[in-house]
T-cell receptor, first 110, second 116 residues
Framework: LAKTTQPISMDSYEGQEVNITCSHN???????ITWYQQFPSQGPRFIIQ???TKVTNEVASLFIPADRKSSTLSLPRVSLSDTAVYYC???????????FGTGTRLLVSP | EAGVAQSPRYKIIEKRQSVAFWCNPI?????LYWYQQILGQGPKLLIQ????????DSQLPKDRFSAERLKGVDSTLKIQPAKLEDSAVYLC??????????????FGEGSRLTVL
């Protein structure tokens, strides 16, 4: 499975756009890129998944360049409630094996 | 739709004792996972089931941990005997999605284990 690397922590203010970049240099052809959010004392929650280019849902956008060696999770206009740990994962296409890294701890301040 | 149910939510035991955690996945989900999350770390996959068969248990400490998924529905994770380093949150997750959202797992709230 491809290893992912992302910043340990990020700080932001309410109303700002936050971009968290993840590198996955060894991603394979059949792998998808998935992002999760985790609040304290809760299990991780799926945010978004993509294969290439751009994916957008009601929560976030995911940008994946053509070489797929990195991806960027974009959170528009964050609020205090977006303070959480964000995990980038590479999912093997048919195997559904998910390996979590250490994640990025996002702190949103007033 | 009911989510993934786990019990107990909290458990405190002495080292060398045994403990069992139960998980009931979302109805119809074929894939079930157990993760261990130590404070400050990301979840670590212990075992993955597809229906009632084991897909991956490469990181399960088999000398003390065991898991089963009877009839391909609910699952039990057991630790016997427990060590201090087993103190963690044990997360159960399930998935029934294929295709473009195949990475979407649904997690329970977890079972927090403290070993004294």
């Amino acid at each position: 499975l491809a290893k992912t690397t992302q910043p340990i922590s990020m700080d932001s203010y309410e109303g700002q756009e936050v971009n968290i970049t993840c590198s996955h240099n060894n991603i394979a052809t059949n792998d998808y890129i998935t992002w999760y959010q985790q609040f304290p004392s809760q299990g991780p929650r799926f945010i978004i998944q993509g294969y290439k280019t751009k994916v957008t849902n009601e929560v976030a956008s995911l940008f994946i360049p053509a070489d797929r060696k990195s991806s960027t999770l974009s959170l528009p206009r964050v609020s205090l409630s977006d303070t959480a740990v964000y995990y980038c994962l590479v999912v093997l296409g048919s195997f559904q094996k998910l390996v979590f890294g250490t994640g990025t701890r996002l702190l949103v301040s007033p | 739709e009911a989510g993934v149910a786990q019990s107990p939510r909290y458990k405190i035991i002495e080292k060398r004792q045994s403990v069992a955690f139960w998980c009931n996945p979302i109805s119809g989900h074929a894939t079930l996972y157990w993760y261990q999350q130590i404070l400050g770390q990301g979840p670590k996959l212990l075992i993955q089931f597809q229906n009632n068969g084991v897909v991956d248990d490469s990181q399960l400490p088999k000398d003390r941990f065991s898991a089963e998924r009877l009839k391909g529905v609910d699952s039990t994770l057991k630790i016997q005997p427990a060590k201090l380093e087993d103190s963690a949150v044990y997360l159960c997750a399930s998935s029934g999605i294929k295709g473009e959202r195949n990475g979407e797992l649904f997690f329970g709230e977890g079972s927090r284990l403290t070993v004294l």
